[in-house]
DNA sequence: CCCGAACTCTGGATCGTTCCAATCCTAGTG
DNA sequence: CACTAGGATTGGAACGATCCAGAGTTCGGG
């Protein structure tokens, strides 16, 4: 590994095409398909372009490339902020996974944002100014008009969140299945013995909130239990929570909490501590979404983790099928989620 | 607001600047100005461009923009994975001032990574292929290699951390005053009436830490306190945190605890719950960026929070500086933190 | 009425790459 | 030995924008 032959300075010239083509004594188009087709050539002739773009430390200019072959390897993401207060790690989690599987094909990721009243607003000038070969679409908690413009453009794209309420969308699509992770959630507190198992979710109008109810709520069906009065909407925060868990902690044969956050975990968390209950020995409490604050409050909170590094590798994995113009395999894909297991739902610690 | 007159449907062809130009019946030329030199146009001329413009939904094809005028309008920034169990909500919240701020000035984010174990890895290759117009480099917890990188190679940069080992280093940096945040943290718990404050920080390695602890120090020498036996260095983990507090605890005039982190700040309750010690009340901890966690976390953590907001605008206003191959102001630029208090340091709750 | 300056607008060249079609070379065949 | 098939290599054109130099138009002053 010896260091590129630069010239070392300011505002130094990259060698193109043309002066690893003059260097090596070859034409431009030999040198183009020594990078891009390099079966084409003759072994020699290979080598002998490979030495001096590895002696001039040539890279091929992307501008230029993005100009003929009409792709720019970038894949746009529309960057929202994560609202003070909730689980953000999420996001960080996953845009790294996304960025590191991309950059394993030669992709990289373009953040943008865009007016936070129009979920539309940013991709509609990539798309035209041809910025991005695809998008993918991560907010897709409440309804999904970028998919729906973006399947209306034609522009290639994959949805990390499955299309509420399009259920003929025709686009690809991953999800991670709520529903199964709030149902091992409680099957996981109904192994520990607890019986009357309350949920804390968010309002109804929240998509991926009602997915995650519906499987507290088949597991305790599947159980035999009776869930009513115990099925809570509230907003995502933890004094809420905390006082909530008060009103469902009167009735004292509720001794179990699956909460659509972590935010909400924390909660009833509180509130146990207000009332002097053992959380894991007398109170089992499951989180969502396996955050910091999970991991870090006291005394460990048992939560439920998305695969995003899975997630991203299947993203990038059908976009490229995607650009290809490849027959996808499944429209939709559904990925599991796991349950971390700490103190806030052992009884036996 | 007519919606643009394109067609809808798979693969359509955008409109480049010569369909706006015959369109409008003036030459290429005329549309580029247009765009970029309006006041070159006579007012009818403009109005009569723009509006086959907006008809069309004509945006410059930025590839060819890039190729020509050799600059792309992306920032380069390297997105290392933030460690499992450590504050990330640090660098969610920035990146999206960051996004924000760019976007304002027509840029976008450029997301890459690269091999953890060399911090160079990515810069050169996009550098070559000018790819990026600049970079934002973050990551300069020990020491700073792509500074003195890219400064070698004359690549603009501005660095989100000061150059701490080039005191010569001739780049654009900002940087967040930690040893002030400390400072103010010290200040506000000796205010509460705690005398002897420990210091729970990072290993000397840290420049960052080492920071921080300075602040301690100097507002505890101010105050004529005396810090021996009393500053702490220990992994970035809540469990050595807790382990480190109880062992300063068993000395009763011990009562406040500065933290590099939130994490060791949690740490520090967890002991105190251990013991029966009323945060707050009995004992006062001041934690460091102000994570989710401090936010949730009972009885609510006071936190030294970074205005990373400011920092964003900063560095994309530097940034354009040196883009212009202007006069920066001053080569480093220092911003204050502010204390975020809650309870755990607050005698009167 | 002519001239030059200022204002508008134009057409060709160019950025660095890949596409395309043609040419050169080599070896195998009749 | 001519002929051809195929592999290896080449030079010109094109992608869509901006730069540059020059041409056409308008207008005021002598």
């Known amino acids: 590994m010896t260091q590129p032959d630069v010239q070392r300075g300011r505002h130094q010239v990259p060698p193109t095409l043309a002066t690893v083509a003059d260097e ?9 398909n020594a990078l891009n087709n390099p079966d084409l050539l003759r072994p020699e002739t290979l080598e002998r372009v490979q030495s001096v773009i590895e002696r001039l430390g040539y890279s091929p200019n992307r501008a230029a490339r993005q100009l003929r072959t009409r792709s720019s390897h970038l894949i746009g993401l529309r960057f929202e902020p994560a609202q003070e207060g909730t689980s953000n790690a999420l996001m960080d989690r996953f ?25 539309l607003d940013g991709y509609d000038d990539l798309l035209r100014s041809t910025a991005v070969d695809a998008f993918v679409v991560t907010d897709t908690y409440a309804g999904t008009p970028q ?5 209306e453009r034609g522009a290639p794209f994959v949805a990390f969140g499955r299309p509420w309420d399009e259920p003929d969308a025709d686009h690809a699509w991953i ?7 709030a149902r091992i959630a409680t099957e996981h507190l109904l192994a520990e013995g607890h019986r009357r198992i309350a949920w804390l979710g968010w309002e109804r109008s929240s ?37 909530r ?18 935010t909400l975990g924390i909660g009833v968390l509180h509130a146990c501590a207000d009332r002097g209950l053992r959380p894991g020995t007398d109170i089992g409490v499951v989180g969502f979404d396996d955050s910091l604050a999970a991991q870090v409050t006291w005394p460990g909170l048992t939560s439920v983790r998305q695969p995003l590094e899975q997630v991203a590798v299947e993203l990038v994995r059908i976009l490229h099928l995607v650009l290809a113009h490849k027959q996808i395999d499944t429209k939709g894909q559904m990925l599991q989620p796991a349950l971390v297991v700490r103190r806030s739902s052992q009884r036996s610690g």
């Open 24 to 32: 090596a004594g070859v034409s431009r188009q030999t040198v183009s």
């Open 95 to 119: 845009l790294h996974s996304l960025v590191e599987t991309a950059s394993r094909t030669g992709h990289h990721v373009l953040l943008f944002s865009g007016d936070p009243d129009n979920p």
């Open 147 to 151: 998919s729906v413009f973006l399947e």
């Open 175 to 181: 999800d991670v299945d709520g529903a199964h992770g």
């Open 207 to 243: 998509r991926i909130g009602q997915d995650r109810r519906s499987g507290w709520q088949s597991a305790m069906h599947a159980a035999g239990e009776d869930v009513r009065g115990l099925g809570v909407r509230l907003t995502d925060n933890v004094d809420a929570a905390r006082m």
């Open 245 to 262: 868990a008060h009103e469902l902690l009167q009735d004292p044969s509720v001794t179990g909490f699956v909460c659509a956050s972590d």
